[in-house]
């Protein structure tokens, strides 16, 4: 994890977003609704614009922030977002439709772990974004990646978890330790998975890249 004044002066180079993200952000801060932090969110957007792909799917829609970034950074991309809470389903929906990007953000209401078999039929993905519940993120990985394209890229935000995956046996709170430990198994199985190449890079909240391996890349 970088230091908090390397932190506070990358994001001083961030550049100036527009007013519906920014309140966007006000809104996350005050109701206390999880967003990517803004340098783990520009380091992915600089690997989407990489990438290119054109579909994208994403578990955990939250307010939206995350799925009009990307649609905003990748123009040609279209992105399926899944969300469960009803509240933030409604909430999504009117940023989304204020950004105008109702006809390439598409909000499939639902549990993660109940609906997979619901996209099956739809083209695959190139991108799979990972951003919600931290302890099914194994779970995700393994019911969402049989719809990625061979050259598909999985991309987990939270693996690092505020620095408490580094130090399980200092953390004195009960929830975080078992959120930590659960993801300290998911970042060691990730690395270790026979059909993915993975590098976690620290910045932001951790993010964990997944590229698939052998000659269809």
């Not at 932090?37 to 690997?47: N, V």
């Not at 105008?100 to 993660?112: N, Q, T, W």
């Not at 099914?136 to 995956?165: A, C, H, M, W």
Request: glycine share 6%; with cysteine; charged share 25%.
């Amino acid at each position: 994890m970088i230091s908090t004044d390397v932190q506070t002066y990358l994001e001083t180079l961030i550049p100036k977003r527009s007013s519906l993200l920014h309140e966007m952000e006000q809104y996350a801060k005050e109701h206390r609704v999880p967003i990517m932090e803004l340098i783990g969110i520009e380091t992915m957007l600089h690997m989407l614009k990489l990438i290119q792909p054109k579909r994208i799917i994403e578990i955990g829609t939250a307010i939206g922030y995350s799925a009009i970034r990307m649609a905003e950074a990748v123009p040609q991309c279209d992105i399926v977002t899944i969300e469960r809470d009803q509240t933030r389903i409604q909430i999504a929906k009117q940023f989304i439709q204020r950004a105008k990007l109702e006809e390439r953000i598409s909000i499939l209401e639902g549990d993660a772990l109940e609906i997979a078999e619901t996209l099956e039929k739809h083209l695959k993905f190139d991108v799979l974004f990972i951003d919600a519940a931290k302890g099914q993120y194994q779970r995700f990985f393994e019911l969402y990646s049989p719809l990625l394209t061979d050259s598909g890229v999985i991309i987990s935000d939270n693996v690092l978890f505020k620095g408490f995956v580094a130090n399980i046996e200092k953390t004195e709170q009960k929830r975080q330790k078992g959120i930590a430990t659960k993801l300290s198994h998911y970042n060691e199985w990730l690395v270790k998975h026979p059909q993915y190449d993975t590098t976690i890079i620290p910045i932001g909240d951790g993010i964990a890249i997944s590229m698939k391996r052998g000659e269809s890349r």
